[in-house]
């Protein structure tokens, strides 16, 4: 069974900084994607990056503050975030897509709360 374990999260002040974490129970290299969502109170869960075939990929409003990485040996994908705003305030969830179990699905964390506040 997969399982992704977030940590990181937390209470930041306005141009602060963060670093989330995820821990994945098996090896990175069995997943074709892995990335980071987020969601806001009332909002819609939204891709924040990805990392595919080694390609990152981010939503606009996070470009340039973001960065998305991996380490295979610590079978661990991060998001450094940078410059935070109050409109970054979010759960934001690990995400990992691949073959594990005979057929592609994809696998969530519990989430790790970052609040953006003064």
């Known amino acids: 069974q997969v399982q992704l374990v977030e940590s990181g999260g937390g209470l930041v002040q306005p141009g602060g900084s963060l670093k989330l974490s995820c821990v994945a129970s098996?090896?990175?290299?069995?997943?074709?994607?892995m990335g980071w969502y987020r969601q806001a109170p009332g909002k819609q869960r939204e891709l924040v990056a990805v990392i595919i075939g080694g390609t990152t990929t981010y939503v606009d409003s996070v470009k340039g503050r973001f960065t998305i990485s991996s380490d295979n040996a610590k079978k661990s994908v991060y998001l450094q975030m940078n410059s935070l705003k109050p409109e970054d305030t979010a759960r934001y969830y690990c995400?990992?897509?691949?073959?594990?179990?005979?057929?592609?699905?994809?696998?969530w964390g519990q989430g790790t709360q970052v609040t953006v506040s003064s």
């Open positions: 995400y990992a897509r691949g073959i594990v179990t005979g057929t592609r699905s994809g696998y």
């Open positions: 098996m090896s990175i290299f069995r997943f074709d994607l």
